[in-house]
């Protein structure tokens, strides 16, 4: 989708959270922190991925790429 590019991943850490949402419905989201190193040939994309996160655990905090 992203034409992204995984030469190397490691994970790091991986947990899994459940809570109960605003209107009352049980959460369950699994958390996993990787490092690893990625090309990608479409620069908007991975643009618009930093900007608003990935995946569907946004609306709780999850999702957030961070690039050195």
Partial sequence: KNNLHISSVNL??????MFYAKNNNKVTIYHSKLIGRVKTSDKESIKNAMIN????????????????
Avoid: P, V
Avoid at 12 to 17: N, R, V
Avoid at 53 to 66: D, E, S, V
């Fill in 12 to 17: 790091i850490s991986q947990s899994m959270e």
């Fill in 53 to 68: 996160g990935i995946g569907r655990g946004k609306t709780y905090g999850y999702g957030m790429l961070i690039l050195n």
